[in-house]
């Protein structure tokens, strides 16, 4: 399958300060990307979905200018967490996918973000 | 009601034995099927994607939809202890606010155990 590779794998940043999470498509244009947080033992929430030169659409209760999501091009979106708080350490995982928007979706290997 | 239901789990299986994983879904919109398997802390790695009725084999895994009942299944044969990780479903809808989203279950977490 397609590769996506998301970086940092793991980051621990004092309160307050902001993360930024890279997620690249190495091998194929990602016209759409999706980010995900995932708690433990629970399945992926979707946060927002971008599409690449779009602002990001944003899901319910996704706070957005804490969340801040860039698609400036077809191989790379940002993730940048701002002002972290110990409530914003999760797993963070990215997935991408090419063509159209019926077809299946790659994921990054995630980031783990502890805000201490 | 979620859109999508999944067992938890955990399941618990002996080496070499057939696994069942299950989920069922309420959203008619929803065309497009997949399996992932997540190792812990790690991204989902996509196992299978279906968008018909019917069986589809790949190797030890056979994904199964039955879209008049919405339920769609993933059967793993000869299970192997490697085979241990957390199993997602996941849809895409055709239409309306499920449109291009990747919806998932809950996730299965499954041990085989030599």
């Known amino acids: 399958g397609a590769v996506v590779s998301q970086h940092p794998s793991w980051v621990i940043c004092k309160s307050g300060t902001s993360v930024k999470i890279e997620c690249r498509s190495l091998?194929?244009?990602?016209?759409?990307m999706f980010w995900y947080r995932q708690f433990p033992k629970q399945s992926l929430m979707l946060m927002a979905t971008?599409?690449?030169?779009?602002?990001?659409?944003?899901e319910q209760g996704v706070e957005k200018d804490k969340f801040l999501i860039n698609h400036a091009s077809l191989t790379l979106s940002t993730l940048t967490v701002t002002s972290a708080h110990p409530e914003d350490s999760s797993f963070y995982i990215c997935?991408?996918?090419?063509?159209?928007?019926?077809?299946?979706?790659?994921f990054g290997q995630g980031t783990r973000l502890t805000v201490v | 009601q979620k859109e999508v239901e999944q067992d938890p789990g955990p399941l618990s299986v002996p080496e070499g034995a057939i696994v069942s994983l299950n989920c069922t879904y309420s959203?008619?919109?929803?065309?497009?099927f997949m399996w992932y398997r997540q190792y812990s802390r790690k991204g989902p790695e996509l196992l299978m994607y279906?968008?018909?009725?019917g069986n589809k084999e790949d190797g030890r895994f056979t994904a199964q939809v039955d879209k008049s009942s919405k339920y769609i299944s993933l059967f793993i044969r000869d299970s192997q202890p490697s085979d241990s990780a957390t199993y997602l479903c996941?849809?895409?809808?055709?239409?309306?606010?499920?449109?291009?989203?990747?919806?998932f279950g809950q996730g299965t977490i499954l041990t085989v155990h030599p």
């Open positions: 996941a849809m895409i809808g055709a239409g309306g606010t499920s449109y291009g989203k990747l919806t």
């Open positions: 959203n008619s919109a929803f065309q497009y």
């Open positions: 971008s599409n690449e030169g779009s602002k990001a659409t944003y």
């Open positions: 997935s991408a996918r090419g063509g159209s928007s019926n077809t299946e979706a790659f």
């Open positions: 091998d194929f244009q990602a016209t759409t």
């Open positions: 279906t968008y018909s009725s």
